[in-house]
Structures are given as C-alpha cells and as structure tokens.
C-alpha cells in the first residue's frame, strides 16, 4: 500500500507531560485507518500531530515524502487535509448552508438529509447530532486526499452511524482518500483491507485487521 501520509518518531508535549512517544504512523492511501484507544492513549493527540493544530516537540510529518512539519493547519487544509475534530467542529454562527458552502461544491446537496430542513438555521441551535452530521459533511463534501475524524459517531443514532462509516469508507474506497478515525472500540461494518492500530500510553501497542481486535 503507499503511504499518503505518516507520523515518524513523532513527540509531543503538553507542558510537562509528553503525549506520544516518538511514534511511528504510516497512513496509507485509499484505505480507512482506525486508531484505537481508551482517552488518554494518544490517538486524538496523533490525529492534531497529522492535521499541524498541536506541534511536534521532536519527529515528522511526511506527506507523499515531502516534510511537513512545519506547515500550519491551514496550509495542510489547502493541500487537502481535513480534520474533523470530536468537538467544536462547526461555525456556530453561520447557517447550515453556511457550513456546507466552506468546503462543499457549489449546488452540491448535503450527504445527510436530515441537514436539508435545516439549511437556514444556526449551527448553534442544532442538537449534538445534527452538529456531528454537519461536521461530518465538511469532510465528506471536501474532496480531501487526507480525512481525520475523531470518534465519528459521536451523538449519532445507531442507524446513522452505520450509515456513516459506509460514507467514510467510500471516501477511501471510491474517493482514494486517506481516512483515519479515532475510536474508543472497532465500529462494525469497516470495509476490506481497513488497518487497525491500538495506542497505549503514546506508543503503538499493535497493528491488524479489524477482527484482530473485536472480542465476542
């Protein structure tokens, strides 16, 4: 698989406390990468470390074997990276439409119905679901070669959920994106050929497939 892009020896630091230890991460192309881990693992702090909003204390970022460590967030965006993180993941005093419009393409229709009746409200007012549905949106709208989402179904109905990991793995399956997720648990439904990596305390503890890591 090619490696779209990649943590190498990658540190961070929060004041005193170090969050990942010199971790090495390749994130292959077109292909749905999960990050597993309980709060506290490191995985969010991977996902900021690829997207450029937490700095290296030592390591790289490599992306398509370019150096990227030190481009800010913003410059990773134009190049097509998107990060939807867990939380405050949409513009609260912009509409729906305003949202969608950031990243969508022009006349392009949301890819959860349940936003269409909403196109005129403030982000604001929506309940935690909806805000997840439209953070997701920007992500799934971008035509992004990179997708970072931390725990993606987060405030979702079971029902949407699912349907959501269906519209991620198309992103890496039609789309030919790189899709990293950070879960607490393996979500059911990923598709072939999806990589798994549990972090432990800031290190990669292990790598496989799904099945590897789901218990009966």
């Not at 292909?31 to 702090?45: F, I, P």
């Not at 725990?151 to 990293?180: K, N």
Request: hydrophobic share 45%.
């Amino acid at each position: 698989m090619t490696v779209e892009i990649a943590l190498r020896a990658a540190r961070v630091r929060y004041g005193p406390l170090e969050a990942l230890h010199g971790l090495d991460l390749p994130v292959p192309a077109a292909t749905v990468t999960v990050l597993l881990g309980r709060n506290g693992a490191g995985r969010t702090t991977a996902l900021r470390a690829l997207a450029g909003t937490v700095r290296l204390s030592a390591g790289r970022v490599v992306w398509r074997g370019a150096d990227v460590t030190g481009l800010r967030a913003d410059e990773r965006a134009r190049r097509g990276l998107c990060f939807v993180p867990d939380r405050r993941a949409v513009y609260e005093g912009l509409t729906v439409a305003e949202n969608l419009a950031l990243t969508a393409p022009e006349g392009a229709p949301p890819p959860y119905p349940e936003l269409v009746p909403l196109l005129s409200r403030p982000a604001g007012t929506l309940s935690g679901g909806e805000r997840r549905m439209l953070a997701l949106s920007r992500a799934l709208l971008a035509r992004a070669r990179v997708v970072l989402v931390d725990e993606p179904s987060l405030g979702l109905a079971p029902a949407v959920a699912a349907r959501t990991y269906g519209l991620l793995a198309a992103l890496a399956g039609d789309a030919g994106a790189a899709v990293v997720l950070a879960e607490r648990r393996v979500p059911p439904g990923l598709p072939r050929g999806t990589v798994v990596h549990e972090l432990r305390r800031g290190s990669l503890a292990a790598s496989g497939e799904p099945y590897e890591f789901t218990s009966d």
